[in-house]
């Protein structure tokens, strides 16, 4: 059991920057305005470069924006201590993030017209990421092995809790107009049609010089370059700076790490527990 963390109704948080007090106070005062943006996703299914993109689509791909501002100002996690005040603080429309569980999150949402993006992606490249990232940073118990991970990953005894339970239960809201679902799979496969329909459903028109610009500016590489998105500036209380917090960037990475016996026994559960819902919900293999 991962003792490090923070419990709050069921579910697992860090224990660095969250409180009870906050969660609380995200779910029963946090006002979302109808205005507001939302990327709500698991951790690590690559929500730092839909954020990238959602602020170059903003600045029409100008870079000053992105350079300037830590990502996590840009667009804070609500649930978080940091990012709550920095929520709070913000006049006019938000970019908001968040990894809550749709039962945790701001009561105020279900009846405003705010935007949500929900970003998914393979569960076993989500694993693979998690491992190396919560051996990165300073603010959980660190996984001994990849073997370990996954035996938390699949009790939920990760940070946020159970993947299944997450998008199952955001996926319930897939027909509303105001939710778009992505994946990252497809982010990756075709990038600048994602990003097409991410501005329709903003309602954002972009020229295609700007989308050029978004491209270029948004890939692995300027991300992993621009130090106000890599998290080269948090101090060493947060980090383990010789690991960097943006490793690969790709789709399929599971394979080099997983078993034969442990990707099948994850299928087995992933079909167990995801057998209603349509098959193409999830773009990979």
């Not at 929500?47 to 992105?66: A, F, P, Q, R, V």
């Not at 491992?131 to 092995?145: A, G, I, L, Q, T």
């Not at 990953?153 to 997450?166: A, C």
Request: proline residues 6%; aromatic residues 14%; glycine residues 4%.
């Amino acid at each position: 059991i991962m003792s490090d963390n923070l419990w709050y109704e069921g579910i697992p948080f860090p224990k660095k920057d969250y409180n009870p007090e906050i969660l609380r106070k995200v779910q029963e005062e946090f006002v979302i305005k109808d205005e507001d943006v939302l990327i709500i996703t698991f951790p690590k299914s690559g929500t730092n470069w839909l954020i990238e993109i959602l602020c170059l689509i903003y600045s029409k791909g100008d870079t000053k924006w992105i350079q300037s501002v830590p990502i996590w100002e840009r667009s804070p996690w609500i649930e978080s201590e940091p990012g709550f005040a920095f929520a709070n603080d913000r006049e006019g429309p938000r970019l908001l993030s968040s990894h809550l569980p749709i039962h945790l999150f701001p009561k105020s949402f279900f009846s405003s017209k705010a935007k949500v993006i929900y970003v998914i992606r393979n569960p076993k490249d989500i694993i693979v990421s998690g491992y190396f990232f919560w051996n990165s940073v300073h603010f959980v118990k660190k996984p001994k092995s990849m073997e370990q991970y996954l035996e938390w990953f699949l009790e939920g005894n990760v940070p946020y809790g159970s993947w299944f339970d997450h998008v199952r239960a955001w996926m319930s809201m897939r027909e509303r107009e105001n939710f778009l679902m992505l994946s990252y799979e497809e982010l990756k496969r075709d990038t600048e049609g994602n990003i097409e329909k991410i501005c329709q459903f903003l309602g954002k028109k972009v020229e295609p010089e700007e989308l050029n610009l978004i491209l270029k500016n948004s890939s692995f590489q300027a991300m992993r370059e621009n130090k106000m998105s890599n998290f080269s500036i948090l101090d060493d209380t947060y980090i383990v700076h010789k690991n960097p917090l943006l490793r690969k960037g790709v789709t399929g990475d599971w394979k080099n790490y997983f078993t034969v016996a442990q990707a099948e026994a994850f299928d087995k559960l992933f079909q167990e527990k995801m057998a209603d819902l349509p098959q193409e919900l999830f773009p990979w293999e």
